[in-house]
């Protein structure tokens, strides 16, 4: 996943400017920081966790105090990716005292979202461990911050499904239901044959599971199939569709799963598991930034 520093100070600047209501972030449109704070005031600040889970939105913060204090400096205790227990320290960062508490919010923010995500989905990642089911991700991402939100799956322990529009073929309903008077296979193999990247194929019954490895899909997704019996007859089809064209094929379920189905949807002998409550339903993850002393 190509996620420059350009592209994360973007949306670093962007979360700034909104706070700060001005088109190029500086730490004196803050109001109250600058009639209450002397500006040769310097400080060091800690980030702290609230809450145990899986942090993120590391970079995010260390750019959101730089930004606003070319001079800041932050000592890292903890990296994306890491694991959360209430108290533990995030990171220490010594700067101007109003830039400081410019760049506050927006730097929780960040951490928050982005913590909130990765927390989510290393919880489905551990609830279907052993199975040998993959957890990925959606489109169903805050505009914006997709780039951010699916480094956060990544540091959750869960993997990319596409990043756009742009960089994977996904066959769905309403493409098959505008390609007719075309038969799902034929579109299948039309796009398989029009693109180089493998084609991603959605299958709503076994006619169509069937239709969709016949065509050349390198993935099958069995969207909405009920976890048990009806998942794993699915599963079995397109494995021995696959067997009988001597074809390697992955099969993925999406549609309905919860924390608590998750196991269910894996045992049925899926390979995938793409999930959009990762990034739209992940709750924040509570952090909170407390002033250590003034230098």
């Known amino acids: ?38 500006a040769t005031a310097r400080g060091t600040a800690c980030i702290r966790a ?11 913060a260390i750019v959101a105090f730089a930004e606003l204090d070319a001079e800041a400096t932050t000592e890292c205790r903890r990296q994306d990716g890491d694991r959360l227990m209430p108290g533990d320290v995030v990171l220490r960062v010594t700067c101007s005292m109003r830039a400081l508490l ?8 960040f951490l928050q979202r982005l913590s909130g995500v990765a927390s989510t989905t290393r919880a489905f990642v551990d609830a279907v461990a052993g199975t040998g089911a993959r957890i990925l991700d959606t489109r169903k991402t805050t505009p914006g911050l997709r780039l951010l939100e699916k480094r956060a799956v990544v540091a959750g322990g869960g993997q990319n499904h596409r990043i756009g529009l ?26 398989v044959a029009g693109h180089p990247v493998p084609v991603v194929a959605e299958a709503r019954d076994l ?7 016949r065509g050349g899909a390198a993935v099958v997704l069995l969207d909405n199939f009920a976890p048990g019996a009806p998942l794993r007859e699915a599963v079995a089809a ?5 067997r009988d064209l001597d074809r390697r094929i992955e099969v993925e379920a999406s549609g309905g799963v919860t924390l608590a189905t998750v196991r269910e949807f894996a045992e049925c002998g899926v390979d995938r598991i793409s999930i959009g409550a990762l990034t739209h339903s992940a709750k ?3 952090l909170s930034m407390l002033v250590e002393g003034l230098s």
Not at 8 to 32: F, I, M
Not at 238 to 242: I, M, T
């Open 284 to 286: 924040a993850l509570d």
């Open 238 to 242: 397109v494995r021995q569709q696959a």
């Open 50 to 60: 609230k809450a145990p889970g899986v942090l993120a939105g590391v970079a995010c």
């Open 102 to 109: 410019a760049a506050e919010r927006t730097a929780l923010n």
């Open 166 to 191: 742009f960089d994977q073929v996904l066959l769905k309903e309403n493409h098959f239901a505008l390609a007719k008077p075309a038969s799902y296979e034929d579109v299948v193999r039309r796009c």
């Open 1 to 38: 996943m190509d996620l420059t520093g350009n592209t994360l100070r973007a949306c670093v600047r962007a979360a700034l400017a909104e706070d700060l209501g001005v088109a190029e972030p500086h730490a004196e449109a803050d109001v109250t920081s600058r009639l209450a704070v002397a």
């Open 207 to 213: 006619v169509e599971a069937r239709a969709a490895v």
